[in-house]
């Protein structure tokens, strides 16, 4: 079946470094979606990805979905301690979303 | 989006007791929602899709006859662990999809089976 990596499973960075985790899926998607979790919260969805090779921006965070649809990124820049959590991609190929299996970011200060 | 309220937060039960946990859609008439099982530093496995006025949809290797869902109206839904066992223990997370795209999760449910 569908399977959604990401890697690094943990990233410690030091505050004003930058982070970046990456999404693999064994399949082909038809779009992939990126949800931040907050420790002992819930995931909270940040953006959606939908065309090959997309690139989108939020303030810090850039997002992109590879050529083939099958790998997506998220990379902040210079992270803060608001950054930490456990960062996680969800690929939807027929008709569910499978979530990745996540990266958890701390910020030391 | 839509704003999705999940109770109880947390629920401490015996061993062999059943225990109901309500999803609710606050703002959005949802025909479907998900139930998640998420273990200590683990990911989000979906359990099952509820289908509102339908049965709802069992991943695979999900027990049916433990984890029953209800999704009478469609701003409701419930799960309900029957017989459950100290394994059962999880962080269970309902959602529903968004009006445009992207998932709003209720607040999760932490089970402690004791």
């Known amino acids: 079946g569908q399977q959604v990596m990401q890697i690094p499973q943990y990233q410690h960075v030091q505050e004003g470094e930058d982070f970046t985790t990456y999404c693999n899926s064994s399949t082909t998607l038809s779009n992939i979606q990126w949800y931040k979790q907050r420790p002992g919260g819930h995931p909270v969805f940040l953006i959606q990805?939908?065309?090959?090779?997309e690139v989108k921006k939020q303030k810090r965070l850039t997002f992109q979905f590879g050529e083939a649809k099958k790998n997506s990124s998220l990379h902040i820049t210079a992270t803060q301690t608001t950054d930490v959590g456990t960062y996680f991609c969800?690929?939807?190929?027929?008709?569910?979303?499978?979530f990745g299996t996540g990266t958890r970011l701390k910020v030391l200060a | 989006g839509a704003v999705v309220s999940q109770h109880p937060s947390w629920v401490i039960c015996k061993s062999g007791t059943s225990v109901k946990i309500e999803c609710r859609s606050l703002?959005?008439?949802?025909?479907?929602m998900f139930w998640y099982r998420q273990f200590p530093k683990q990911s989000l496995m979906l359990m099952a899709t509820s289908n509102e006025g339908s049965k709802a949809t069992y991943e695979q290797g999900v027990e049916k006859d433990k984890f029953l869902i209800n999704h009478a109206s469609l701003t409701l839904s419930t799960l309900t662990v029957t017989s459950a066992h100290p394994e059962d223990s999880s962080f269970y997370i309902c959602?529903?999809?968004?009006?445009?795209?992207?998932?709003?999760f209720g607040s999760g449910t932490r089970l402690t089976v004791v």
């Open positions: 959602s529903v999809p968004g009006q445009a795209y992207g998932y709003t």
């Open positions: 990805l939908v065309k090959s090779g």
């Open positions: 969800a690929g939807q190929g027929t008709y569910k979303y499978i």
């Open positions: 703002d959005f008439q949802a025909t479907t």
